[in-house]
């Protein structure tokens, strides 16, 4: 064998190596998380342009309004970290996760009767402690470090395996529905193989029109799979103006966020009904609400009850949303 072959195939050793141990590091994080219950997936951060691409492509053809999209970047400082190098410069690959999560319900006294309100799955985010805890003990074990990402976590599921696409653009992952919540972070440990592919949609979604029928605004459509955001009750309801005429008081059904096109899919059958208490709420703390009580004059206790249920950080919506759940329900709207 002469001084080349030899050189080729050395490198070609060094290089499974390199992708066997990398293997090994993914393998171990994704097996820890799941211990735990949670799941995970690694890609590579060379993905990255993919996807700008791809936000860049909906943009230009109108499948995103531009407008709209200004308006949700703003809201909620959503600047894609498609270029990793200002949080971490040595960035390699990119961690997937999902938490599975319950709907909250939270019971409110008010004029003697009780009103109950729903937290969907996707906003409490008290496992985010955990799951960042157990990815950087494992990581920091191996001499690699992480940073949290801010990324399309959706379409990331999707592309990587980890979840797919519902007609109504919610993402569900098999054995637990669109119950759980996403979270995405850089690393600079190598990913080793990877699953990626296009984003994919269930398919019972082809002939499936749960969602279309019932989503009140008629933000889902049966003639594209990208829903119309710009009419779903979750963007009005999550941002600080008074909800437009067009919308019906009775279509609220949540504290924040909506859960009508989720409860009546077919992939959630099995789980609409896994509803945890959120804690309740005397007639004086509901009236420190409605009343628009500032969050530094409210009583501790209360304080602790939002805080359990990550609502603090929507104090400012909560007043006008339970108003209307209250409203609703005191008409027999609901």
Not at 183 to 198: A, I, T
Request: aromatic share 10%.
């Amino acid at each position: 064998m002469t001084k080349l072959a030899n050189l080729t195939l050395l490198t070609k050793l060094a290089d499974q190596t390199i992708v066997m141990k990398a293997d090994n590091r993914v393998g171990a994080l994704e097996k820890r998380l799941k211990q735990d219950g949670f799941k995970g997936l690694v890609v590579s951060t060379d993905h990255l342009s993919e996807l700008r691409s791809e936000y860049d492509r909906l943009l230009n053809e109108g499948g995103l309004d531009r407008d709209f999209y200004n308006e949700i970047v703003a809201r909620y400082g959503l600047a894609w970290d498609f270029d990793p190098s200002t949080k971490l410069p040595a960035a390699r690959s990119i961690i997937i996760t999902a938490a599975q999560q319950p709907k909250m319900s939270m019971e409110f006294t008010y004029g003697a009767k009780k009103y109950y309100g729903i937290i969907p799955p996707t906003y409490v985010y008290d496992t985010d402690a955990a799951i960042l805890r157990i990815i950087s003990n494992l990581l920091h074990e191996k001499g690699y470090s992480i940073n949290q990402a801010l990324l399309p976590a959706k379409l990331l599921a999707v592309r990587s395996g980890l979840a797919r696409y519902g007609r109504n653009n919610v993402t569900y992952i098999d054995g637990w529905g669109s119950y759980f919540r996403l979270r995405v972070y850089f690393s600079d440990m190598p990913c080793g193989e990877e699953s990626w592919g296009e984003a994919a949609a269930m398919a019972q979604c082809r002939e499936c029109t749960a969602c279309v029928k019932k989503c009140p605004t008629k933000a889902i459509s049966s003639e594209r799979f990208l829903i119309n955001a710009g009419r779903c009750l979750t963007f009005f309801n999550e941002g600080p103006d008074e909800f437009p005429e067009w919308i019906e008081p009775a279509w609220h059904n949540c504290l924040i966020g909506c859960m009508i096109c989720q409860d009546v899919c077919p992939a959630n059958k099995e789980y609409i009904r896994w509803l945890m208490p959120g804690g309740e709420f005397s007639e004086e703390e509901t009236k420190l609400i409605l009343d628009g009580v500032p969050q530094d004059r409210l009583p501790a206790q209360t304080t602790e009850k939002l805080s359990k249920v990550s609502m603090l950080d929507s104090y400012d919506l909560l007043q006008r949303n339970l108003r209307v759940l209250i409203e609703n329900a005191g008409s027999g709207r609901q």
